[in-house]
């Protein structure tokens, strides 16, 4: 059973970085694609990026291309958000998730996600 931890957040200032972490508690975490997706009040939940279930193959949503980078340890069953140049848009809670299939990609839009985590909340001031 897949159960998402998230972990990491906080309140920093504009230009700062952050790294979020994500563990499961699960048996099927190596075989798991893992995105991250995050929420801003008042708005729809955003596809931030995913990473396949080696770290061969990742994806990022164009706010964060070039600012974030995903990647993960299976022997940790961890996965991570490296947040870099943050901006005050970036303040959200950020979701961990899978879409459950074995050696795939992961999930790149919520419809696609099986599981969730309970999120962190970042808040990037100006």
């Known amino acids: 059973q897949v159960q998402l931890t998230e972990s990491g957040g906080g309140l920093v200032q504009a230009g700062a970085s952050l790294r979020l972490a994500c563990t499961d508690s699960g048996r099927t975490f190596s075989r798991n694609g893992m995105g991250w997706f995050r929420q801003a009040p008042g708005k729809e939940r955003e596809f931030v990026g995913v990473?396949?279930?080696?770290?061969?193959?990742?994806y990022y949503g164009e706010s964060a291309k070039g600012r974030f980078t995903i990647s993960r340890d299976n022997a940790k069953n961890a996965v991570y958000l490296q947040m870099s140049s943050l901006k005050p848009e970036d303040t959200a809670v950020y979701y961990c998730?899978?879409?459950?299939?074995?050696?795939?990609?992961?999930?790149?839009?919520?419809?696609?996600?099986?599981?969730w985590g309970q999120g962190t909340q970042v808040t990037v001031s100006s």
């Open positions: 998730a899978t879409d459950g299939t074995y050696y795939g990609v992961g999930p790149r839009d919520s419809q696609s996600v099986r599981s």
């Open positions: 990473i396949s279930w080696n770290g061969g193959i990742t």
